[in-house]
């Protein structure tokens, strides 16, 4: 098949990435949480662990699964973002898209570096949190900006890109206001800091939070340029 079929296909069936992409990721989080267990033989539960912990080697039983979701889910991601820029095709779209590359490369290194590989697994996940709420921002605004005549994506899908917003920020202040003993930012990130878990640990229920609104966004975005 000639090259600039082979683009053409990825740019009329871009949208589906979307979709298929947060299933994924979304399918590998549920059944690896079911039975997960940890240090303490504690069930898991989105108001006290972090989404990660899903995928430590060595604690979570089917770490595995949410690894290798996060790889596909993140390359899958790829083309969705990258079709997604181009039909928008403004440069707040141009900003969102490249953001968002780097938010899908670092997803993928999430899975890759899993938890119990701490610092590089930190450094991957802190990238996907600043680059995710450059992705959602940017293209929040490509959305609002477009003349009503020229409009792909209706502005109701914006409330689920102001939340999303509203959840990364949050999340970000709170995990960059303390340092370790090394002066390294966001130790939050490692449950073990914590000698005993809290019922309900702000933290790790923000970055559920935005990761379900990040995921809601997705969902939207793209069954809607779907139909």
């Not at 992705?135 to 929040?140: A, D, H, P, S």
Request: aromatic share 14%; proline share 4%.
């Amino acid at each position: 098949m000639p090259e600039n079929s082979i683009i053409l296909l990825l740019f009329r069936f871009y949208a589906h990435f979307g979709w298929v992409g947060s299933f994924v990721i979304l399918l590998g989080c549920l059944i690896t949480a079911l039975p997960y267990r940890g240090r303490s033989a504690e069930r898991y539960s989105i108001l006290n662990h972090f989404i990660s912990e899903l995928g430590e080697i060595g604690v979570s039983k089917l770490a595995v699964v949410f690894n290798i979701g996060m790889i596909i889910g993140g390359a899958l991601f790829l083309p969705f973002i990258a079709g997604l820029g181009l039909v928008l095709g403004t440069l707040w779209a141009y900003i969102g898209m490249a953001a968002g590359l780097l938010a899908a490369i670092s997803s993928i290194l999430v899975g890759v570096f899993s938890m119990d590989r701490l610092e590089p697994h930190r450094k991957a996940a802190m990238t996907f949190f600043r680059s995710g709420l450059v992705t959602v921002l940017f293209f929040t605004i490509a959305v609002f900006v477009k003349p009503a005549g020229q409009r792909v994506i209706p502005l109701a899908v914006n409330f689920f890109g102001i939340l999303a917003i509203i959840s990364y920020s949050a999340f970000l202040v709170i995990v960059s206001q303390k340092t370790d003993k090394k002066g390294q930012e966001n130790y939050l990130l490692d449950p073990t800091e914590k000698k005993v878990r809290p019922r309900f640990w702000r933290t790790p229920f923000l970055e559920w939070m935005l990761f379900f609104a990040t995921i809601a966004w997705f969902l939207c975005v793209s069954l809607i340029l779907i139909y």
